[in-house]
């Protein structure tokens, strides 16, 4: 939901997960959409949405898991290529065949959680980059510590803190209640979604 101060600074909501090409590729047209905006300033905050909560914290195999999903593997080899030729006109790579796990992403989520207030956003683009680009799985842990030292933030502290239950349970309690209302059909129906 979008703010506006008393310098009429607009910020934006923006529910995605890390592991949704759209989602991915609607932040990227949304930012070029901001670069050509001549209105008031404006600020883009990630919020968590799980596109699968039902994945387990150590993650599926990343084909089999598309292909329980959406069908056989000529279907899926179709989609992934739409979503590299939409990609590319956002200025976006996808190197899908890198994926081999389908990860929980929860604790990526928390991640941008604890990362400090200026950071959010970069680690938010640099999940989407090593989940899409590099194929890493971004519901390990080691994987997100090292995304955490990359961003200034002590890894042992963060890998740490990305291992209690306590705060990973906090950020399922926030995703819970985004899907309470009559909001929660269209968050499943068109990610990524934007409160303003």
Excluded at 11 to 24: A, G, H, M, Q
Excluded at 53 to 68: K, L, Q, V, W
Excluded at 78 to 90: D, I, L, S, Y
Excluded at 104 to 133: C, K, M, T, W
Aim: hydrophobic share 45%.
């Amino acid at each position: 939901m979008a703010t506006a101060t008393q310098t009429q600074t607009i910020t934006i909501d923006l529910y995605e997960d890390f592991v949704c090409p759209w989602c991915r590729i609607g932040r990227a047209n949304l930012a070029m959409a901001i670069e050509q905006w001549a209105g008031p300033p404006v600020v883009v905050r990630h919020r968590p949405f799980m596109l699968d909560p039902t994945i387990p914290p150590e993650g599926n195999d990343f084909r089999a898991h598309m292909e329980h999903k959406f069908g056989s593997s000529g279907d899926i080899d179709q989609m992934h290529a739409h979503v590299a030729e939409m990609g590319a006109r956002a200025g976006l790579t996808f190197n899908i065949d890198k994926i081999r796990h389908a990860p929980n992403s929860l604790r990526a989520h928390l991640l941008v959680e604890l990362a400090p207030e200026p950071e959010r956003e970069h680690i938010a683009n640099d999940l989407f980059d090593r989940y899409f680009e590099q194929g890493q799985d971004i519901g390990d842990i080691d994987v997100l510590a090292n995304i955490a030292k990359a961003h200034g933030m002590e890894e042992q502290v963060a890998h740490k803190l990305l291992s209690g239950e306590g705060a990973a349970a906090g950020i399922a309690a926030s995703m819970s209640a985004v899907l309470i209302g009559e909001r929660a059909a269209r968050f499943h129906e068109c990610l990524p979604s934007c409160w303003i």
